[in-house]
Every structure is written in C-alpha cells, then in structure tokens.
C-alpha cells in the first residue's frame, strides 16, 4: 500500500520558523520526483517546491523562493521542507506528493500519489 504521511505542521508567528516531513511507503522512494503543494482557505492549489529523484534538481515557486528549502533522504524515504520567515500568506494544508520520473514537472496533475496533508497557520 502506498502512503506519504506529513508531519511538522503547527502554528507558528509570523517571522518564525517550521520544518515539514513526509514519509513514504509502499514504492520505490528514490524512483520518484516529490513535490509540496499548498492549498488554502478558498484557493486553488499552489506548487511549493519539487525536487527531482536523486535530489540534484530542485524547483520553489516564486512565493517562497529564498524563504523554503526542499531537501530528501532516499537512504530513509523522507522529503523535508524547511520553512523559514514565514509569513501569514503562507497559511495552508501543505501535501506532499510523489511522480513517477526522475526531473521535474511543475504542474500537480504529473504526481500520482498523494499525503494527507498538514496544516500549517501563520498568526500573531
């Protein structure tokens, strides 16, 4: 059974700080593109970051650019998000998601499998 379960999601000031995981299960992690998309209150869906299979190739919407780091450890099927200075715009349920080629594509609809999602809320 295939699974991506996020974690790390919470509320947190503005200006602060959250490190968002994904952990998979039940296919080949390191086979497969990652993505993070968001999606908030009333919004469409909105592509964070993608990081290709091996990890060499990295992708941040302009939102976030210089903001969040995508990282992946295929040794223990994890996929990361580093967030920092994070703002109230940046308020969302954040997924994880996975494809099945080794670059990147920037349009959601390539990734199959899919998290459950974690919220995350920027609020003072």
């Known amino acids: 059974e295939v699974r991506l379960v996020e974690s790390g999601g919470g509320s947190v000031e503005p200006g602060g700080s959250l490190n968002l995981s994904c952990t998979a299960s039940?296919?080949?992690?390191?086979?497969?593109?990652m993505i993070w998309v968001r999606q908030a209150p009333g919004k469409g869906r909105e592509l964070v970051s993608a990081?290709?299979?091996?990890?060499?190739?990295?992708y941040y919407g302009d939102s976030v650019k210089g903001r969040f780091t995508v990282s992946r450890d295929n040794a223990n099927n994890m996929l990361s998000l580093q967030m920092n200075r994070l703002t109230p715009e940046d308020t969302a349920v954040y997924y994880c998601?996975?494809?099945?080629?080794?670059?990147?594509?920037?349009?959601?609809?390539?990734?199959?499998?899919w998290g459950q999602g974690t919220q995350v809320t920027v609020s003072s």
């Open positions: 039940g296919f080949t992690f390191g086979h497969y593109a």
């Open positions: 990081i290709s299979s091996g990890g060499s190739l990295v």
């Open positions: 998601a996975a494809g099945p080629f080794r670059g990147i594509y920037v349009r959601a609809a390539h990734y199959d499998y």
